[in-house]
């Protein structure tokens, strides 16, 4: 399912939820919705920057990849919980789609590409057998991230990928995710060309996007 809300994505998204964004490999946060998710989830940016200094020698080498982010309770954009610890905080779902933003971005096709690897990378990551994990993530804050989310979406085994054939799931038992109009910003990839990439991988996410 593809539903579309108007508003802002980092204030429409209840708790807990996961809002997922199109990222470079340079561990930069620093225009559009990326940057107003580090304004609000400064933990966020930090776990960030520090999963893609791994990869400074090659940062390329990131694309096509995904990475899951638990945020921390005493950020600003979960201070509407921050005292209430039976509600869960939010989480952040990363796409490495374009090496560089702004004018050295990468071409549209580049990033269509890699925003499909990199969703199927997402959706092995939380919905795999949690015995290979370890063969997607050597990250232990990352594979904490994933362990916690699917706990707290009651990922459970009825949801695995190996299960059933594809269109045979209900809406009800997939992940809701929200998202803004990834890569048709600082990415300038046509929105209609990311949508039907989304269209083809929507066997686990149900997608709500966000438009200002
Ligand atoms: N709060 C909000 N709620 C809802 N929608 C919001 C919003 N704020 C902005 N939008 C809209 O969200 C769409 C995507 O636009 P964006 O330019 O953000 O994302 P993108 O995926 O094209 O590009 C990724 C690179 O942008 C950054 O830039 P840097 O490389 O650091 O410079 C990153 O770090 C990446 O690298 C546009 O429709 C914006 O109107």
Same mark, same amino acid.
């Given at each position: 399912?593809?539903?579309?809300?108007?508003?802002?994505?980092?204030?429409?998204?209840?708790?807990?939820? &996961? #809002?997922?964004?199109s $990222?470079? $490999?340079?561990?930069?946060?620093?225009?559009?919705?990326?940057?107003?998710?580090?304004?609000? %989830?400064?933990?966020?940016?930090?776990?960030?920057?520090?999963? $893609?200094?791994?990869?400074?020698?090659?940062?390329?080498?990131?694309?096509?990849?995904?990475?899951?982010? @638990?945020?921390?309770?005493?950020?600003?954009?979960?201070?509407?919980?921050?005292?209430?610890?039976?509600?869960?905080?939010?989480?952040?779902?990363?796409? %490495?789609t374009s090496?560089?933003?702004? @004018?050295?971005a990468d071409r549209p096709s580049s990033i269509l590409?890699?925003t /499909?690897?990199?969703?199927?990378?997402?959706?092995?990551?939380?919905? $795999? =057998?949690?015995?290979?994990?370890?063969?997607?993530?050597?990250?232990?804050? /990352?594979?904490?991230? #994933?362990? *916690?989310?699917?706990?707290? %979406? =009651?990922?459970? *085994?009825?949801?695995? &990928?190996?299960?059933?054939? /594809?269109?045979?799931?209900?809406?009800?038992?997939?992940?809701? #995710?929200?998202?803004?109009l990834i890569n048709s910003g600082?990415f300038h990839t046509p929105w209609d060309d990311t949508?039907?990439i989304?269209?083809?991988?929507? *066997?686990? %996410?149900?997608?709500?996007?966000?438009?200002?």
């Amino acid at each position: 399912m593809i539903k579309y809300l108007k508003g802002d994505v980092l204030k429409i998204s209840p708790f807990p939820s &996961v #809002i997922l964004h199109s $990222c470079n $490999c340079q561990g930069r946060w620093g225009g559009g919705v990326a940057r107003a998710i580090a304004l609000e %989830f400064a933990s966020a940016e930090e776990i960030h920057k520090k999963y $893609c200094s791994n990869y400074q020698s090659d940062p390329r080498k990131l694309l096509g990849l995904s990475q899951v982010i @638990s945020t921390s309770r005493g950020d600003e954009g979960n201070r509407a919980v921050s005292l209430t610890p039976s509600v869960e905080t939010k989480f952040i779902l990363c796409l %490495f789609t374009s090496n560089i933003g702004g @004018s050295k971005a990468d071409r549209p096709s580049s990033i269509l590409q890699n925003t /499909e690897k990199a969703l199927k990378n997402l959706e092995a990551k939380l919905f $795999c =057998d949690e015995a290979d994990l370890h063969t997607l993530t050597d990250d232990r804050e /990352e594979l904490q991230a #994933i362990l *916690k989310l699917r706990s707290t %979406f =009651d990922l459970n *085994k009825d949801r695995l &990928v190996s299960q059933g054939p /594809e269109g045979d799931r209900p809406d009800s038992s997939k992940l809701d #995710i929200y998202l803004p109009l990834i890569n048709s910003g600082i990415f300038h990839t046509p929105w209609d060309d990311t949508e039907h990439i989304l269209k083809r991988n929507q *066997k686990y %996410f149900n997608y709500n996007v966000v438009v200002l």
